[in-house]
């Protein structure tokens, strides 16, 4: 089946612009996160979703981070007033949030900060 | 603090050649341990993962990891590498809260040459 989805696959931004991130999960899958992988940085979380709810929040680096999930499915990630540092890959996964442990990965928005 | 180290930026071995990718970790409580690859310009994909049971587990592509608790380790492995493995490799581990989520190592670039 289609695995999960991402868009767009390239975002070049203007510093100050506010941008979108697209995630589209696995269809049935109740869990949803967001990752990002800087360079020379690794990968750290942002947030988790189960179902339209987001119970940790944790990793989001600052308040110009923000995300939603609507019917449980498409999850949206805003970045507002964009700045150099949040260029990076965003990676999105799901699970099926219950006996499967396992996060399943997008293949990534890269963003680009000028 | 919860962490995950891959000691090696970069494993170099022959086309034939057993290999390992080391990863220790430090979170409390009995972790899921999982290994992912990541190949040039895609996202990352699920290789193996350790939840409980025999030590040893198998996954995908021939490769296995060794769980250790007393070490806390989680190396991964495989008895005779091809170039085509040749990519980035990066442990994760869930601890035992409610978020599910992951913290990844820093990754290790695993190079097999001809």
């Known amino acids: 089946g289609a695995g999960v989805s991402q868009s767009p696959s390239n975002k070049v931004t203007e510093k100050g612009k506010d941008v979108e991130l697209r995630c589209d999960p696995i269809s049935g899958h109740t869990a949803l996160y967001w990752y990002r992988q800087s360079l020379g940085q690794g990968l750290e979380f942002l947030i988790y979703f189960q179902g339209n709810s987001a119970p940790d929040k944790s990793g989001l680096p600052s308040d110009r981070f923000s995300a939603e999930r609507t019917g449980g499915s498409v999850s949206t990630l805003t970045i507002q007033r964009t700045q150099q540092e949040d260029s990076a890959v965003y990676l999105c996964?799901?699970?099926?949030?219950?006996?499967?442990?396992?996060?399943?990965f997008g293949p990534g928005t890269r963003l680009t900060v000028t | 603090a919860q962490s995950v180290a891959q000691p090696e930026d970069q494993v170099n071995v022959a086309e034939g050649n057993p290999l390992t990718v080391k990863c220790t970790y430090s979170?409390?409580?009995?972790?899921?341990l999982f290994w992912y690859v990541q190949y040039p310009n895609r996202g990352l994909q699920f290789l193996l993962k350790?939840?409980?049971?025999?030590?040893l587990v198998k996954g995908s592509y021939g490769f296995e990891a060794e769980f250790n608790k007393s070490q806390t380790s989680f190396h991964l492995k495989k008895p005779s590498a091809l170039v085509s493995d040749s990519a980035l490799y990066f442990c994760a581990v869930r601890p035992m809260d409610s978020s599910y989520k992951l913290i990844f190592g820093s990754g290790t670039r695993l190079l097999v040459r001809p």
């Open positions: 996964a799901s699970s099926s949030g219950t006996t499967s442990y396992e996060q399943y």
């Open positions: 350790y939840i409980t049971g025999d030590n």
């Open positions: 979170v409390s409580g009995n972790p899921y």
